[in-house]
């Protein structure tokens, strides 16, 4: 980068408009977040925190991130970046099908297969997206999806019984019985 170009970001002259969309958008998730979050009861259980505590700390957070995001795209945008601004690599946008696909499929299932069902294939989804980003030849391997499937079930399944089981939070289940 060369000293005037530094210069003149250092100033904030020509602001960045792609890193100043992003700052928009996380600072709107914020605030939208917060404004969800003025819906939710503040009663605080026998824990002395609400149930309004988590979403109004995320959006807190989201949108401190998101004026600071802001303020520095205004200011002479990402310090940090390579001069170029172009990736290293190219996005894999397979990952990124397989990836959304998971977290899709699982919001759409968890009240048809259940909390463990559909975590687990969220899970596999998730991991086989990642594994095709990374370029591992084992990602098509049959024994993969199987371990990918157990890991899968091995973590949702504690997940769900804490929930259920220990903290009394209902989840929905594969079975009325509570342990599915």
């Known amino acids: 980068m060369t000293t005037t170009n530094t210069k003149e970001r250092a100033l904030g002259q020509g602001g960045n408009w792609p890193q100043t969309l992003v700052g928009l958008g996380v600072l709107a998730t914020g605030l939208g977040l917060g404004w969800g979050a003025m819906g939710i009861s503040s009663d605080a259980g026998y824990s002395g925190i609400g149930p309004n505590f988590f979403p109004w700390m995320c959006a807190v957070v989201l949108t401190v991130c998101g004026a600071w995001i802001l303020w520095e795209a205004r200011t002479g945008g990402f310090r940090e970046m390579d001069e170029e601004g172009a990736p290293a690599h190219p996005p894999y946008w397979t990952g990124f099908v397989w990836v959304s696909a998971g977290l899709l499929l699982n919001a759409s ?18 991991v086989q997206g990642l594994r095709r980003a990374g370029g591992q030849p084992i990602a098509n391997a049959p024994r993969t999806w199987i371990v990918d499937v157990l890991v899968g079930l091995i973590i949702s399944a504690p997940v769900y019984w804490t929930f259920t089981k220990f903290l009394a939070i209902s989840l929905p289940g594969l079975t009325n019985s509570g342990w599915l």
């Open 109 to 126: 299932l968890i009240t048809t297969v259940g909390f463990i069902l559909s975590c687990a294939l969220c899970y596999l989804l998730a």
